[in-house]
């Protein structure tokens, strides 16, 4: 699977790619919410996770942005918020497919790309 991951914070950034790598998936990282839309024809993910607190622009706008124009795409918010009780109005709010809470484990990432894979309409 393809995967765009975006966070502002590069020492998560290479965690969440080296660990997506590992699993065996092709994956392209970037720091911003604007390198996210500029290169997501280019690399063409069939995922995207993203971070939440990013400065210029949000994870919530981000994921906005992509299903306008792609409203298939999956998507996951990560989060170092405690959103227990908020989660499914940020994924109504967003149009995201899934939330990861961070810190996560390697199950935690993968149970939530399959589950975004899963639920995201053909």
């Known amino acids: ?6 966070d502002d914070t590069e020492s998560i950034r290479i965690v969440v790619e080296e660990l997506l790598l590992f699993l065996g998936h092709r ?3 970037v720091a911003s919410g604007k390198e996210a839309l500029d290169i997501l024809e280019g690399f063409g993910p069939d995922i995207v996770v993203t971070d939440r607190r990013m400065p210029r ?5 981000l994921i906005r942005q992509i299903k306008q124009g792609k409203p298939n795409l999956p998507v996951i918010l990560m989060t170092g918020d405690d959103l227990s009780s908020a989660a499914r109005n940020v ?7 899934g939330i990861l809470n961070k810190p996560f484990s390697e199950e935690d990432l993968t149970k939530a790309l399959d589950h975004a894979v899963i639920i995201s309409p053909a």
């Open 1 to 6: 699977m393809k995967v765009l991951v975006i």
């Open 27 to 29: 994956v392209c990282s």
């Open 57 to 61: 622009m949000s994870g919530e706008e």
């Open 91 to 97: 994924i109504a709010a967003t149009g995201a497919d």
